[in-house]
Structures are given as structure tokens and as C-alpha cells.
T-cell receptor, first 116, second 114 residues
Framework: DTGVSQDPRHKITKRGQNVTFRCDPI?????LYWYRQTLGQGPEFLTY????????KSRLLSDRFSAERPKGSFSTLEIQRTEQGDSALYLC??????????????FGPGTRLTVL | ELKVEQNPLFLSMQEGKNYTIYCNYS?????LYWYRQDPGKSLESLFV?????AVKQEGRLMASLDTKARLSTLHITAAVHDLSATYFC??????????????FGKGTHLIIQP
């Protein structure tokens, strides 16, 4: 049973460095989402892909954040010039996007980012 | 802007007791999701509620949806320690291109003590 996978699971970086996270969705899922979760809060929606098209990116937190899904399979989330406030758990989710699936989103284990 | 509010945010209860978590949301939605999160872990899907009056049950957990009141409940029956976790409700926000990213409540941190 292959679920959503994310890499790395943990990332420690210094302020000002760039970081990139990878997400591999469930293989037949055409929809992919990125979320950020800070301590004591629910996940916050960042961006959405349908296949390779990024159809919602207005919720990305700043222009330092960008995401790609070049072939409609795996996705990457990049944060440039990291700040201490970027420390959080970054979650990826995927869904089938078909009517009878109720578009249920399945989450990966997340990448925990710590910015020193 | 859609707001999702859960209460209580923190709940400590004894094994064997019953309790209900409430989830209110501010705008019309056609569905609502419940997730569970264990410490340091990701989110596990519990229920998808699709219509007014929907009720779903899995073991000691039962979820319901009242779309007119914009209210969902998660009821715990005869709680056991294994149900200790944080529970989130979430509602989709539809935007460009059919995007349906979820807006989550702050979560209910549930501790069940022997």
C-alpha cells in the first residue's frame, strides 16, 4: 500500500539559505496540494496542482515560495532565503479528483523544517 | 473568508466516558472532512461528510453534518486511551481551476486518561 511520500522528513537550515522539498503522490492521483502547519494550528493551504498545471498559487505565503509539478507526478516546494518564521511542518496531500472519490485528500508524513 | 472553528480546543476525559467535539464553519459548503493527527505524525482521514444530515460511524467515533446550521459534530462513545490524538475538521474552499484546498480548524487536542 503506497501512500504519499515526502523527502526529506527533517531539514535544518540556516537563515537565508534555500531549501527544496519533494512530494510523491499516490500514483493514480491527479490532484496535489501543499500545506503548512505551525505548532498548535491546523494545516494552512498553500497551492494546488491538477496534473502538471498549478491552478491555485495565490495562497503561497510570499514570493519566496514556489512549487512545481513538471510531469504531473512528483512535486517540489522551494523556499528561497529562508526566515525563522518559515519553521513549520510542510505537508503534501493528493486526491483522485473523481466524483466517486469525494476528492478525499490523503496526506504524506510531512517535512519538518527548522530555520536557525 | 471561510472560518472554521472547533470547540473545545483541549479536552481531557476519562476512559469510558462520552463526549462531543463541535465544528462550526462560516460559509456554505457541500462537504466536510474529519482528520486525526497523532503527535509528530501526519493526518489520517477519518470521515467525509457529503450532505445535510449525513452520519458516519467508525468504531467509537460518529460524525454528523448539518449544512443548514453549518455545524458538524464528532461524538466519542466510551472513550479508550487509543483515541488520544488531535482531531481536525476541514472544509474545502473552491477557487481558480477547481482548486479545493481545505481550510482547517485549530484542532481539538484530546487526552483520554485511565
Amino acid at each position: 500500500d503506497t501512500g504519499v511520500s515526502q523527502d526529506p522528513r527533517h531539514k535544518i537550515t540556516k537563515r537565508g539559505q534555500n531549501v527544496t522539498f519533494r512530494c510523491d503522490p499516490i500514483s493514480e492521483h491527479n490532484r496535489l496540494y501543499w500545506y503548512r502547519q505551525t505548532l498548535g494550528q491546523g494545516p494552512e493551504f498553500l497551492t494546488y496542482f491538477q496534473n502538471e498545471a498549478q491552478l491555485e498559487k495565490s495562497r503561497l505565503l510570499s514570493d519566496r515560495f514556489s512549487a512545481e509539478r513538471p510531469k504531473g507526478s512528483f512535486s517540489t516546494l522551494e523556499i528561497q532565503r529562508t526566515e525563522q518564521g518559515d519553521s513549520a511542518l510542510y505537508l503534501c496531500a493528493s486526491s483522485l479528483g473523481r466524483g466517486d472519490s469525494y476528492n478525499e485528500q490523503f496526506f504524506g508524513p510531512g517535512t519538518r523544517l527548522t530555520v536557525l | 473568508e471561510l472560518k472554521v472553528e472547533q470547540n473545545p480546543l483541549f479536552l481531557s476525559m476519562q476512559e469510558g466516558k462520552n463526549y462531543t467535539i463541535y465544528c462550526n464553519y462560516s460559509t456554505t459548503s457541500d462537504r466536510l472532512y474529519w482528520y486525526r493527527q497523532d503527535p509528530g505524525k501526519s493526518l489520517e482521514s477519518l470521515f467525509v461528510l457529503l450532505s445535510n444530515g449525513a452520519v458516519k460511524q467508525e468504531g467509537r467515533l460518529m460524525a454528523s453534518l448539518d449544512t443548514k446550521a453549518r455545524l458538524s459534530t464528532l461524538h466519542i462513545t466510551a472513550a479508550v486511551h487509543d483515541l488520544s490524538a488531535t482531531y481536525f475538521c476541514a472544509v474545502p474552499v473552491y477557487s481558480g481551476g477547481g482548486a479545493d484546498g481545505l481550510t482547517f480548524g485549530k484542532g481539538t487536542h484530546l487526552i483520554i486518561q485511565p
